[in-house]
C-alpha cells in the first residue's frame, strides 16, 4: 500500500502525501482527476444527498447527521479547493525544493531538512492508523449496537438499529430491517474509507507544507545568527546575499500558503463550532449509546486535527518574529553602509506578521483554538434552551 512504501528521497518535499493526492486524483490536468470526480459522485449519492433530501424520524438524529456532514464536508472541502488552486500549490513545492537544493549544500542544514522529511513521513503513517482506529471504533462499536438491538429486542416491539452514519438510504429500512441495515453498514463503511485516505492526505499535505515552511524560517534563522562568525567582508556580503535570496523566497512561499489555505481553514474552523455544538447536543440527548461512540470518535479525530493546525500555525508565526530577533542580534551595524543597507529589507519584512489565516479574518493559532471552544459551547447551551 502507498502508505507503507519507504521514504526513497529524504529531501523530496512531502513525497508520500503527493502519491496520496495522487491516488485520489488531484491533478493539475483535469482529464486526469476521473477518479477524484469518481469519488465526489460516490459521497454525494451515498451520503450528502442522503443527508440533505431524505429526513430523519427525529431531532437528535437531525443533529447527529448534521454533525457527521459537517465533518465530511471539512474534510471534502479541501479536495474541492486544491484543484482549483493547484498553480499555487505547485508553485509552493518548486520553491521549496529550490530552497531545499540552495541550503543542503551545507550538511547540518542538509540534516535538517532529511529529519523533516523523515518525520513528515512517519506522521502521515501513523495519522493514516490513528484514523484507521476512529473509522474501526465507529463501524466496530456500530455493528456491536446493531446486533445487541436485535438479539434483545422484544418481538412485540420495533426497535431502531444503530447506523454507521445517521441518514436514510433511498428504498431501504435501515433502521427497523436487519438485512438492509448491513447493506447500509457496508456502503458506508466503503464512504468512511474513502474520507479517511483523504484524512490522511489533507493532514500530511496541509500539515507538511505548514512545518516545512516553519522550518526553512528556522533554517534562515540559524544562518544569520553564524554572519557574527564570518569575518572578512566578502565572506560576509556573500552570506548575506544567500539570506536575502532565501528570505524572499520564504516570504513567497508564505504567501502562496497563505493563498492555498485561506479557504480551507475558514469551512475548517466554521464547521468545528457547528460539529462541536451538534455532537455535545446530540451525546447530551442520546447518552453513551453506540451512536454516541461513533459521534465521540470522529469528534476526537476533528479536534486533534484542529489543534494541530492551530500549533502548527504559531509555531509559523514565531518562527517568522525569530528573523528579526536574529538580525539585531548581529552586528550588522558595524558592517560598511552598503551592507547595512542590504539588511533593511529582512527588517523592515521580518516585521509584518507570518502565518496563516482564515480567509484573512483571524490567524490561526492557541488562541484561536481557545476561542472556537468557548463559540462552539455558547451555541451548545443555545441550542439546550430551545430545544
Known amino acids: 500500500m502507498v502508505v507503507f512504501e519507504p521514504l526513497d528521497d ?47 424520524e427525529t431531532i437528535p438524529q437531525c443533529f447527529r447527521s448534521i454533525a457527521e456532514g459537517m465533518f465530511s464536508f471539512n474534510t471534502t472541502v479541501t479536495f474541492i479547493m486544491l484543484p482549483l488552486k493547484m498553480d499555487n500549490f505547485e508553485g509552493l513545492l518548486q520553491n521549496l525544493q529550490r530552497f531545499t537544493q540552495i541550503v543542503t549544500v551545507e550538511e547540518d542544514y ?3 531538512l532529511i529529519s523533516l522529511n523523515t518525520t513528515i513521513h512517519k506522521f502521515t503513517k501513523f495519522y493514516f492508523i490513528f484514523t484507521n482506529g476512529v ?7 456500530t455493528i456491536a449496537g446493531m446486533l445487541y438491538t436485535y438479539y434483545t429486542k422484544d418481538s412485540k416491539y420495533s426497535a431502531a438499529f444503530p447506523l454507521v452514519m445517521e441518514n436514510r438510504f433511498y428504498v431501504l429500512d435501515s ?8 447493506v447500509h453498514q457496508a456502503l458506508m463503511f466503503f464512504a468512511l474509507y474513502i474520507l479517511l485516505v483523504m484524512f490522511t492526505a489533507k493532514a500530511g499535505t496541509l500539515f507538511g507544507l505548514i512545518r516545512f515552511c516553519s522550518t526553512v524560517l528556522g533554517i534562515i ?5 553564524r554572519l557574527n562568525q564570518i569575518g572578512p567582508v566578502d565572506q560576509y556580503t556573500a552570506e548575506l546575499s544567500e539570506i536575502i535570496e532565501l528570505h524572499q523566497l520564504v516570504i513567497k512561499c508564505s504567501r502562496q500558503l497563505q493563498n492555498i489555505l485561506m479557504e480551507i481553514l475558514l469551512a475548517q474552523f466554521t464547521g468545528c463550532v457547528f460539529i462541536w455544538c ?22 476526537i479525530a476533528l479536534s486533534t486535527e484542529t489543534f494541530i493546525f492551530c500549533l502548527l500555525g504559531n509555531e509559523l508565526t514565531l518562527k517568522g518574529l525569530e528573523i528579526i530577533t536574529a538580525m539585531y ?33 483571524y490567524y490561526i493559532d492557541y488562541n484561536r483554538y481557545g476561542q472556537s471552544l468557548k463559540t462552539a459551547y455558547s451555541f451548545y447551551l443555545l441550542l439546550k434552551d430551545i430545544f
Open 135 to 141: 473509522v474501526f471504533s465507529i463501524t466496530g462499536s
Open 110 to 112: 542538509k540534516q535538517i
Open 329 to 361: 542580534s548581529t552586528n550588522w551595524y558595524d558592517q560598511p553602509v552598503k551592507l547595512q543597507k542590504m539588511v533593511v529589507p529582512i527588517i523592515q519584512q521580518s516585521q509584518q506578521r507570518i502565518g496563516i489565516t482564515a480567509a484573512k479574518f
Open 278 to 299: 451538534f455532537m455535545l447536543y446530540y451525546v447530551m440527548i442520546s447518552g453513551i449509546t453506540a451512536e454516541g461512540i461513533a459521534v465521540g470518535a470522529m469528534l
Open 10 to 56: 529524504p529531501l523530496k518535499v512531502l513525497p508520500l502525501p503527493l502519491k496520496l493526492l495522487a491516488l485520489l486524483g488531484v491533478n493539475k490536468n483535469p482529464s486526469e482527476r476521473f477518479r477524484l470526480y469518481a469519488i465526489y459522485i460516490y459521497l454525494w449519492v451515498a451520503m450528502f444527498i442522503p443527508k440533505l433530501c431524505l429526513g430523519y
Open 175 to 182: 433502521h427497523y430491517n436487519l438485512g438492509h441495515c448491513f
Open 221 to 225: 534563522v540559524l544562518k544569520i545568527e
